[in-house]
């Protein structure tokens, strides 16, 4: 089992930064492929970021490319997601994920092993 607990989020200005954080406990944290998700209000969650095992390869989703950074620390156990020039639409509930996989990076929904709970990240315009 992985227990996986997301915290940053809150109300930030179109234009602002934010970082989240996402805690692992339990097995082995750097035997994951980790990834984030973000549901909108009314919409189906969607993926965001993607990083690899140990950090060397990394996939976003078009709409934050160049805006957003995935990264991991596992000697903290940690993944991170620095999301900078927020725009409204990225007003969501962000979810990290954790996958048990051979392939280098996960980003479908279905392919997760573990969620955290979410953390609620609004941008005001």
């Known amino acids: 089992q992985v227990q996986l607990v997301e915290s940053g989020g809150g109300l930030v200005q179109a234009g602002g930064s934010l970082r989240l954080s996402c805690g692992a406990s339990?097995?082995?944290?750097?035997?994951?492929?980790m990834t984030w998700f973000r549901q909108a209000p009314g919409k189906e969650r969607e993926f965001v970021a993607a990083?690899?095992?140990?950090?060397?390869?990394?996939y976003y989703a078009d709409s934050v490319k160049g805006r957003f950074m995935i990264s991991r620390d596992n000697a903290k156990n940690t993944l991170y997601l620095q999301m900078n020039s927020l725009k409204p639409e990225d007003t969501a509930v962000y979810y990290c994920?954790?996958?048990?996989?051979?392939?280098?990076?996960?980003?479908?929904?279905?392919?997760?092993?573990?969620w955290g709970k979410g953390t609620l990240v609004t941008v005001s315009s």
């Open positions: 990083i690899s095992w140990v950090g060397g390869s990394t």
């Open positions: 339990g097995r082995t944290f750097s035997r994951y492929t």
């Open positions: 994920a954790a996958a048990s996989t051979l392939a280098l990076l996960a980003t479908s929904r279905d392919g997760m092993d573990y």
